[in-house]
């Protein structure tokens, strides 16, 4: 859970009155869910903040190159 950031605050609250039955109902219910996106690119967010940042320092790089040339 730490690794997902932090939590709501009502996120303790919605889920404390349920038994463990109704717990673990929940919680294959959202594995099930999850299934669907196995195959989806786990890395194209890492990878698309890379290139952005990539993207911005050539720019400025070229922006300096073409004031110096002035």
């Not at 009502?10 to 099930?32: I, N, P, R, V, W």
């Not at 194209?44 to 940042?53: G, K, R």
Request: glycine share 2%; proline share 1%.
């Amino acid at each position: 859970i730490r690794e997902l950031g932090s939590l709501p605050t009502d996120a303790f609250s919605k889920y404390q009155g349920m038994s463990t039955k109704q717990l673990d109902k929940k919680l294959a219910e959202c594995m099930h869910e999850l299934k669907k996106y196995e195959n989806v690119n786990k890395k194209a967010l890492d990878q698309f903040v890379q290139a952005a940042s990539q993207k911005e320092e050539l720019t400025k790089r070229m922006e300096e190159q073409q004031k110096s040339q002035k």
